[in-house]
């Protein structure tokens, strides 16, 4: 018999993604774009550090499925190199840096735009 990969995502996981959807006025954080389905705006929530267990708020981001695919591809929040802070991801990496308890040195940041 084959193991089974037991679900990450909480029980209320729905709960959970429409909560932070209602929160950002179901508009994607970083293009602003509102949630319709019908042009391929779908709003999701997208786990920063990868991890679909960690719920934590400085993890989740509401973006549209298209900036998802771009920032997916593209951030590695456990990077130590240089990078510019946009404004809708700053609240997510200070936050990543306080749960962590790590100290952002001078001139950190992360372009993903």
Not at 8 to 15: K, L, M, R, T, V
Not at 48 to 66: E, F, K, T, Y
Request: glycine share 8%; with cysteine; charged share 25%.
């Amino acid at each position: 018999m084959g193991k089974f990969k037991q679900n990450p995502y909480p029980d209320n996981w729905e709960q959970i993604a429409s909560d932070l959807k209602e929160r950002h006025g179901w508009k994607c954080e970083r293009c602003g774009h509102p949630h319709e389905v019908d042009t391929g705006y779908v709003l999701t929530i997208h786990h920063l550090d990868g991890d679909p267990a960690n719920n934590q708020d400085w993890n989740l981001a509401c973006l549209c499925q298209r900036c998802h695919l771009k920032v997916q591809g593209r951030i590695n929040i456990f990077q130590t190199y240089m990078f510019i802070l946009t404004d809708w991801f700053e609240p997510h990496y200070r936050g990543f840096l306080e749960a962590h308890h790590l100290n952002q040195r001078e001139g950190e940041s992360v372009s993903v735009d």
